[in-house]
């Protein structure tokens, strides 16, 4: 295995889209940021220099990170922010990971514009598990917001009422051509006919699962989330924030352009209809003489917004490998079942000034605050009043009636930093059931730091604990780091603890983020230097309320 390094710089820039000017933070100057290009099992040195105005840290989502949550990156949970002018050096351990990962801050909102790929290479004596692309593109699927996200987000959460919607969204960074002041600046791929080209597909929109297609052209998705998954081909996907997908793609139609095209998969609908609906597009240019086209050909088979069965079987397509070369291991005897969840309350703040209520996410009607020092270095330091170990568990007979009505006991919920503390390999289920609380019911993509996991079931309506785990798939269950809960369904996952650290749960929807929808699980030391957390970085972004940094 090798080491990489990378310096990345923080600074806020000008960029024009939409015909409007804003100043965002990037790195390296560059909307999406840098790609991170690896071999499995490498380890990668990134030198974050914050020179702008505000606090942040960076996260390598789906990165395991073995032993490692000192430079897993989300703030207040294993580090305290990088404050302007100082900077960080993580050291992002590569394990198992395999395909497309990414990168993206982890404070407040700023992954808005503080993102990119990471693109994990396969070993050299093994290879792709199929045929050696010709080529490689990398579609990184963002939001715009016309307005500085964290001042708008900031004034949202004040009025703890709505989230503002983006203005558009992006495809490596530009809105395509049904925006006024963009059709210079929409992206576009060059392919040669004959050729088959990786796609490598990011989903870094900050609230939408999106639809994504490409005219004419079929898709065949072959890994997902760091994963191989057994080859389907689809005429359009379907992606949760947080997730990424490996694709294969023929340059196999007559020469000419051809649109790709992102929408939102709006699970709300038809009940909440102020979101986000443009269709964002970049253009597929084969290379070649002809006379190019009026118009690139727009992907009939794009599903509409509010289409949710095409979403539910398209996900349900995605199986893993399960190959003798990349075999799977899911874990069969669970010592801990977790049943959790997903809710969108009312609640009363403490703004600092004084109380006043809002909307709030929680899990288990647990609302997450983040402490003043991260979670990490208070266990480690075992410095108490940080969180409490008390995360609730939920009986799975409360699941009768959550999907459709959940009392009105859950209407409000409750603030805290509760964690869940797990023994060094367990093995571990946990059934996420979606609510109807405040008659809110949509889709949650929730993600895990530090691990992967195996989705054995899925379902809608209330989980039943006779039933459904009788259905399970321990065979090819796919595997991910980050899953959705389906709209008024369950979901279930295993994974076996063998990481220990501390490790960050949430929505990857970021309104969801923002008002509460994440807990920890604190996975214990195994007893053996191998198998316990590493040792703390010599230097650690300071805590501003702690002293014993
Ligand atoms: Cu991309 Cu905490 O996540
Ligand atoms: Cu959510």
Known sequence: SHVHYYDFVL???????????????????????????????DTVYVNVQNQGDYDLTIHWHGVHQPRNPWSDGPEYITQCPIEPGSNFTYEVIFSDEEGTLWWHAHSDWTRSSVHGAIVVMPLNETGFPFPEPDGEEIVVLGSWYKDDVNEVVAEALEDGDDTPRSDCYTINGQPGDFFACSNDSTHRWEVEHGKTYLLRIVNAAMNAELYFAIAEHNLTVVGMDGSYVKPIVTDFIMICPGQTMDILVTADQPLGWYYMAARQYDSVRPDVTDYDTSNVTAILEYKGNYTPPALPIFPSNLPTYEDLSSAVAFSSRILSLASTEHPINVPKNITTRMYITTEMNNIEFDNGTDERSGLASSLNNVSWVNPSTDVLLAY????????????????????????????????????????????????????????????????????????????????FGNFDNETDPQVYNLVDPPKMNTVSVPKKGWVAIRFKA?????????????????????????????????????????????????STI
Not at 17 to 39: E, H
């Open 498 to 546: 063998s990481n220990p650290g501390v490790w960050f749960w949430h929505c990857h929807f970021d309104r969801h983020l923002s008002w509460g929808m994440n807990f920890v699980m604190i996975v214990k030391d195994g007893g053996t230097p191998e198998t316990s957390m590493r040792k703390p970085p010599a230097y650690l972004p300071p805590c501003s309320d702690s």
């Open 380 to 459: 480690y330091r075992n410095m108490s009043g940080f969180y409490t170990s008390d995360f609730p568990d939920y009986p799975p007979s409360l699941f009768d009636f959550v999907a459709e009505d959940l009392s009105d006991d859950y209407v409000t919920t409750v603030q805290g930093t509760k964690v869940k503390v797990l023994e060094y390999n367990e093995e571990v289920e946990i059934v996420f059931q979606g609510t109807n609380v405040l008659d809110a019911s949509e889709d949650h993509p929730m993600h895990m730091h530090g691990y992967s996991f195996y989705v054995v079931g899925k379902g």
């Open 11 to 41: 600074r806020e820039k000008n960029f024009t889209r939409l015909c409007s000017t804003k100043s965002m933070l990037v790195v390296n100057d560059s909307f999406p940021g840098p790609v991170i290009r690896v071999q499995k099992g």
